[in-house]
Structures are given as C-alpha cells and as structure tokens.
C-alpha cells in the first residue's frame, strides 16, 4: 500500500474513533428510554404469578437467602469451586495490573500471596452478618488489580478483584482470615471472597432463627439513608436490600457491630421507599422499578455503587422473591432455557419475538445479560447495562465503542455507524440462548 494511502486510512479511522467517542447510539435516540414506555396496557398490571407460586418461589428465595447459615462443613459453594483462589493462579502467571496500569510489582504480589494464607483455609467456621455495603473481593485487599490495559475491554475501571457486592443484613459464612485479622473470607449462595472485617459481626443461634422467621421489607430506590428514632444517621441502604420488620411500626431493623463483634439489631425509621416483601410480581412493578435505573453509569461488579449486566437484572428480580445467580452465565441457566446457537442471527431475533415473554425472559451472549421488554416497531427492545460495543477495524485490531450506562437498545444498537473503515459489533451474531423466568402458560 503506497504510504500516503495507508497515512490517509490511519487518519480516516482515527476519525471514525474520535467520533465514536463522543456519539450515542442511534437506538438511544429512536427507541424511547424508559422501560414502562414498553408495557402493554392491557395486562401491566396483571399477576405473573399466582399467589401460590409466589409463595413457592418465596420460600426459595429465603432457602438461598439464609442458606450460610444452614451449611455444614464442606457444604458451602467455595469449598466445590476450585476457583475460590484463583487469583493467586492469576498473580503468579505475572499478567496482573496495578492501579497504575504496570504489571504487579512481585514484592506486592508475595504480599497479598501472603495475605491469603491460603494453607490455612478454611481457618474459621462462623455464622454472621454484613453490616455495612460489603464489596466482595478475589484477594484481601481494596486496591485493584487489572488486565492487560492495552487490549480492548480490559485495564480501567475492569477491577478483576471485584466479584460483587453484598448489602447491609446479607447472612453470611465466615470460613476464612488473613493472618492479621482485618480481611474475612466470607461466603453464601451468592458471592464469596474477602471483606473488610469491620463490615461483619458475628450471630448467635438466638439471633439466627428469629432473623429466619422474621418478615423482611425491601428497599425499591437507592441511595436511602436511614435514621434511628433520634434522628441519628445509621446508614445507607439500596434497591434490592432486605431488612426486618421491626416490632414497632414504621420502623426497620438495621443490624450494627457492638464493642465485642456481635451483631445487634437497631431499630430505624422506614423509609418511603420501603414495602413488604414480597411485592406481588407484574410487567408495571418491574418497569416502575427499571425506569429508576436508567442512565446509571456502568459498574463492573457493582464498583462505585453502580451496576453491570447481572446485577442490574438480579436487582430487578429480588423484591419479587425471585433469586437470580450473581453472573450473567450462572443467570442464563435459571429457567426454561431455548437454545439459538444452531439458527442465524436473523433467525435469532425472530427466536426472540416469537418465544420472548416480556419483562421475563433474559437474552444471553458470552458475558453479557440483556431483560427482553418486547417489540418495537418489528424489533426486539432490550433492557441492559452496557459497557461497549466491539469494534474491528481495517487492520483486524478490535476496540471497543464505550457506552457505559443502561439503556434500551435493539440487538444491533451501533448499526448506522457500521462500515468500511470500522466495523461495529451486532448482537445477534453472539447471542446464545433465551432464559424464560417464568414457565409459559400451556397453550
């Protein structure tokens, strides 16, 4: 290729990135970005379920719920992962990053190798309690550790560390503690990985079987602060936090640590934004509850208190007592699954709009979750909490067209900036599978 062709292409391209850069989907303009806006009206506020199935689907949602405290030894997820410890394989192959986008300095890495004592486990066998947001970690440590910052998708904000987030009164396995005492490996049916100590306290079994018994209520909006009877600040709680009724009314249980680590239940005003749990399952609660999450920054593994994929669809599902694994794959298995990998991805749209169950059904790709809301115009709009689109340029090099927030889209969102020059990724070419969360009605 003649230089100055091949300078007028990289110059070409570099355009099409920069305008990329700062350029929304075309889905975000045409297609309207509230989820209600999808809600058919004759049935939005129709049961989903039945009274009965709640009920069933209730008291699986508490089995899961509380199952830490039930396990015997070895019952527990961490002990039948292999991959409890995996990030100290992934330390000592060296292709870990710090926060200053080098590779790890082997001294830090000795240091955290250290820090997990990883010949000990399991070093405790302790029922408790989160008493505060618990960021979930693959090692004991807060600082982040990331990919490879040159290769697309990877490097900042991908904190590979990050395996979620716990909320305020999650039950919890303490199985595991560094040698200092200050990080605890905690586990459940959700998440495991390492907290800060100060985030748990302890229960006994007194406490244990009344928390089981207890009616909860769930938190419908972020952000709630919450107040004791003296007006004191006590903490802050989100969408999808379960907390116990307390006797009094109006007012909730919000567990806290006492001067020995034991937990201890304070009463705190209830907010607004607070109802029983659970809320009877329609189309109009669960777009009630999307439209509030609209626009939300994207959050890998629920950093900065924002969401991924996963999180923003099991958030959604857990004030109707519906449990949802925490990862996109674990998700795609938990319903009446149809399989699309044998059609073409026009056939896999269709697939969709012809088996789809609107605000029930999840689309899955590799590492991806999308909540179908129904049809558009002829196309299949879909709620999810993107962090880009791939791109491959002429040279075959692939990037990323960063979006970073929930949004509605159809499944080929970067459609009108395809081209010669850079090619945008299409969903449908990488979508897998349907998960209806609800069994569809016999014909």
Not at 164 to 192: C, F, I, K, N, Y
Not at 317 to 339: D, M, T, Y
Not at 369 to 382: F, K, T, V
Request: glycine share 8%.
């Amino acid at each position: 290729m003649p230089p100055l062709l091949a300078l007028l292409l990289v110059l070409l391209l570099a355009g099409c990135q920069a305008r990329l850069a700062g350029l929304e989907p075309r889905d975000v303009r045409e297609l309207p970005q509230r989820p209600s806006a999808y809600l058919p009206a004759a049935t939005a506020d129709q049961p989903l379920l039945t009274p009965d199935q709640q009920q069933e689907r209730l008291a699986q949602f508490r089995a899961r719920y509380f199952a830490a405290w039930q396990w015997q030894a070895g019952e527990q997820p961490g002990l039948q992962d292999e991959g409890l410890f995996w990030a100290l394989d992934w330390l000592q192959r060296g292709t870990a990053y710090g926060e200053n986008l080098r590779p790890l300095a082997a001294e830090r890495c000795a240091q955290l190798v250290a820090r997990t004592a990883v010949a000990d486990y399991p070093s405790l066998w302790r029922p408790a309690i989160s008493v505060a947001r618990c960021e979930v970690r693959a090692l004991p440590t807060a600082r982040p550790l990331l990919g490879d910052p040159a290769q697309a998708g990877s490097g900042f904000p991908f904190d590979l560390l990050q395996h979620g987030v716990l909320p305020p009164a999650t039950p919890l396995r303490v199985t595991h503690q560094s040698p200092d005492g200050s990080w605890l490996l905690v586990e459940t049916a959700l998440l495991q990985g390492w907290v800060p100590a100060q985030q748990v306290a302890w229960v006994d079994e007194e406490l244990m079987a009344w928390l089981v018994a207890a009616p909860l209520a769930v938190i419908l909006r972020d952000e709630q602060s919450l107040h004791d009877g003296q007006g004191r600040y006590r903490g802050q709680v989100g969408l999808a936090t379960l907390l116990p009724l307390a006797p009094e009314p109006e007012m909730l249980l919000l567990p806290l640590a006492d001067a020995l680590g034991w937990a201890r239940l304070v009463p705190v005003r209830r907010p607004a934004a607070a109802q029983d749990f659970p809320l009877p399952l329609t189309a109009a609660r669960l777009a009630a509850l999307a439209d509030s999450l609209m626009g939300q920054p994207y959050g890998w593994g629920e950093l900065y208190g924002n969401r991924d994929c996963s999180a923003l669809v099991r958030d959604l599902f857990v004030p109707f007592g519906l449990w949802l694994p925490r990862n996109s794959a674990a998700q795609a298995r938990a319903g009446q699954v149809v399989e699309l990998k044998h059609l073409d991805p026009a056939q896999r749209e269709q697939a969709l709009l012809q088996h789809g169950q609107p605000f029930v059904t999840l689309v899955h790709l590799p590492g991806h979750i999308l909540l179908y809301l129904g049809a558009h115009q002829g196309r299949a709009a879909l709620l999810h909490n993107l962090w880009g689109l791939r791109t491959r340029d002429l040279w075959g090099r692939e990037g990323r067209w960063r979006v970073g927030r929930s949004l509605i889209s159809s499944l080929q969102p970067g459609l009108e900036q395809d081209g010669l020059l850079l090619r945008i990724g299409d969903l449908r070419q990488r979508v897998e599978r349907l998960t209806l969360l609800l069994v569809p009605p016999s014909p």
